[in-house]
């Protein structure tokens, strides 16, 4: 690395954890998540981008070139098409399988748990996961579901748990697992080498792991909206029991952060905004188990960022109730005011951009949105500029304006 990028990559990684503490750096830190628009930018197929991990990280680079926002997230949300095709996915649809060469993909969601099933995976939700939740995703691990029971192999349990691994349809479902693996392993390489290519420009990646909410575990994953609504009625103590098992997974999945250039965490809010639920559903079941993964992610030295993906203004004084100066909230749909004058000396704070600004409106309009967001949230430092939401489409005209705006009437000295 130069010494120009060394110190460039020190300024923009510093730049993010002053706002995050409530300082006031030398200016507002811009940057965002960003699925399909630079592949858009960039004139590459997101079908391309999915199959060829070199494309994708070109297509990345011209992006991070253009634009230089202060982490970047590159080529990440290309998510690799041959493992999901060889695993058999079922909950996704992407570029060339189920929709358009350049369509973001789709989440399909269904009951990947059943109601009756609660016990099972609060016992032993890694058997659970193995033999229910793996068969039924991915079509071609339905062999898994014959998979020995881990528990039981001590002493003389051996003697019966391995017989399950002479099962011919095991085996097969552990070849598709691995042949997936070995795929994976090379996106991940290919990340890993994007990551030091731009570390070598002066550019920090923006996250070190990515996690859930507790409750959109048990949402999303397994029950489905249908299925998880209906149990906060039906059988209301199972799912309380249930979140204790997710809380603990949220917890280890963001804590690979740790020790990272920025150890932020991305959490990503579903079913807990206003339309999904009441304010006491939200109370019992949606935030103490949220509030116990974003303290343990703290505690393990982890920034979590709240990305709430709806409308959250009613849900501000949970917030509040984080540990000061070490989270971040996004905020797709929110009364920015009202956010800071209840977060400004508890968290720092972003987004709210509208994506549809950035495909319809002028630059000037870019412009007058950015001022308004910054004479509203950036006093005494805790604001990041971003997106309202993960960008799809935009003006680059557009999408520059709210960069280079930032940039100049952000600064703090």
Known sequence: ???????????????????????????IPVFGPYQLYPYTFAGTQFKDAMN??????KAAHKFLDEFEPDADFGPIFAFPAKPMKTL??????????????????????GEYMKADEYDEFIYDPAH?????????????????????????????????QFTALANDEVWEALKVARAAGVELNKWFAAFGQYAGEIKEKGFPVAFGSFSWAPFDIL????????????????????????????????????????????????????????GFMSDEQYAKYYWPSLRASIEGLVEKGVIPVVYCEGEDTSRLKYF?????GKVLFHFAQMDMKKAKETLGDI??????????????????????????????????????????ALLDEAKPENLKAMFEFTREYGKYR
């Open 1 to 27: 690395m130069s010494q120009n990028a060394e110190v460039l990559f020190k300024e923009r990684a510093q730049r993010i954890l002053d706002a995050i503490a409530l300082k006031e750096p030398d200016r």
């Open 52 to 57: 060829d991990y070199s494309a994708a990280g």
């Open 88 to 109: 058999g996915l079922e909950w996704f649809r992407w570029a060339g399988n189920g929709v358009g060469d350049h369509v973001i993909y789709q989440f399909v969601e």
């Open 128 to 160: 659970y996961m193995t033999t229910k939740w793996l068969p039924r995703s991915f079509s071609n691990l339905s062999g898994l579901s014959g998979f020995p029971i881990m528990r039981l192999m001590m002493w003389f349990g051996w003697t019966s």
């Open 219 to 274: 949402g999303d994953t397994l029950r489905g909206t249908r299925g998880i609504m209906g149990d906060m009625i039906r059988r209301p103590e199972k799912v309380l029991k249930a979140l204790e098992v997710t809380t603990q997974m949220t917890i280890d999945y963001g804590a690979g952060a740790a020790g990272a250039d920025l150890p932020l965490c991305w959490i990503w809010l579903h079913k807990g905004s206003e």
């Open 320 to 324: 509040a109730e984080v540990p000061p």
């Open 347 to 388: 968290a720092c704070i972003s987004g709210n951009i509208p994506n549809h600004l950035l495909i319809t409106g002028s630059t000037q309009d870019v412009e007058n949105y950015c001022k308004s967001l910054i004479d509203t949230c950036a006093s005494g430092g805790g604001y990041i500029m971003d997106t309202q």
